[in-house]
Nanobody
């Protein structure tokens, strides 16, 4: 059974950093496109970043470009989201998801089939 588990969230001050992890079990992560999404209170879930299967090409939402970096460790079957220069607007529950996308990855919710339970990120002084 395919399972994704997020970790690494927490409370951080503006300008700080966090690294989120998305650990996969029941499948080989490299065979899937992995996306990171977030949902703030009262808002729609939005795409943040993604990494394509095999090629490892990446994509980012404009709001996080230059601050967030997605990466994959195949040996650990884990995808990471390094978040730097965090802003209060980054506060949200962050989810990772797996999709069977061919070619370049996207950050459209509808392209992903399996989701983790989420991890809370709070940016506040």
């Amino acid at each position: 059974q395919l399972k994704l588990v997020e970790s690494g969230g927490g409370l951080v001050q503006p300008g700080g950093s966090l690294r989120l992890s998305c650990a996969a079990s029941g499948f080989t992560l490299d065979y899937y496109t992995i996306g990171w999404f977030r949902q703030a209170p009262g808002k729609e879930r939005e795409g943040v970043s993604c990494i394509s299967r095999r090629s490892g090409s990446t994509n980012y939402a404009d709001s996080v470009k230059g601050r967030f970096t997605i990466s994959r460790d195949n040996a650990k079957n884990t995808v990471y989201l390094q978040m730097n220069s965090l802003e209060p607007e980054d506060t949200a529950v962050y989810y990772c998801a797996a999709g069977r996308i061919v070619g370049s990855c996207t950050i459209r919710r509808s392209d992903y089939d399996d989701w983790g339970q989420g991890t809370q990120v709070t940016v506040s002084s």
